[in-house]
């Protein structure tokens, strides 16, 4: 099982570095990819396409990892800080912009307990041609990811995960 998981996801690897504030912290949205996860991935991106909501859920980033089991975990994309300097927890997705915080954040080293992981990324919403907004995930984790590229199938691989589950997404390969 384990060698069909190597060639599917990679090889469980540590994270390159892990930040002082983040050790032994998880973000408080840590949750797991199962099918209750799923359908609310689903609702959201429902909701997205609303004029109310897609500013609102664009503005979101949330990280993934694989464990050494093949289990999938996500989170919103946390700021580091503590009350009182930041009483709300979410990290606003950047896109190119800095952000005041941006060497605040709780990492996807934070996702595992600074533990091994197979293959991480980002999960966001994006626009299509249409101007629909739909799940879009990557590899992107630059301390699992960066130093040992998975490929393009192992990446599509996760991507499948989440549609077995009734989540339509996209992948980035950038």
């Known amino acids: 099982m384990s060698e069909d998981l190597n060639k599917s996801y990679g090889i ?3 994270p390159d570095k892990v930040d002082e ?6 973000p408080a949205s840590l949750s797991d990819l199962d099918g209750n996860l799923a359908k609310t991935l689903t609702e959201l991106a429902l909701l997205a396409q609303t004029d109310l909501m897609k500013s609102a859920l664009r503005a979101k980033n949330y990280i993934w990892a694989m464990d050494e089991t093949g289990k999938i975990v996500l989170a919103v994309e946390e700021l580091a800080l503590t009350a009182p300097e930041a009483p709300y ?3 606003p997705r950047r896109r190119g912009y800095r952000h005041p915080s941006e060497e605040k954040k709780l990492g996807h080293p934070t996702l595992l307990g600074e533990g ?6 980002e999960l966001a919403f994006d626009e299509d041609e249409e101007e629909v907004l739909h ?3 990557n590899a992107n ?3 699992y990811c960066k130093q040992n590229p998975p490929s393009k199938a192992q990446v599509d691989q996760v991507a499948e995960r989440f549609r ?8 980035d390969y950038d």
């Open 135 to 137: 799940w879009v995930l």
């Open 164 to 171: 077995e589950l009734g989540v339509e997404v996209g992948v």
């Open 116 to 121: 091994h992981a197979r293959i991480a990324g």
């Open 141 to 143: 984790s630059g301390r």
């Open 21 to 26: 504030w983040e050790r032994k912290r998880a």
């Open 89 to 91: 927890t979410g990290y």
């Open 12 to 14: 469980p690897r540590l």
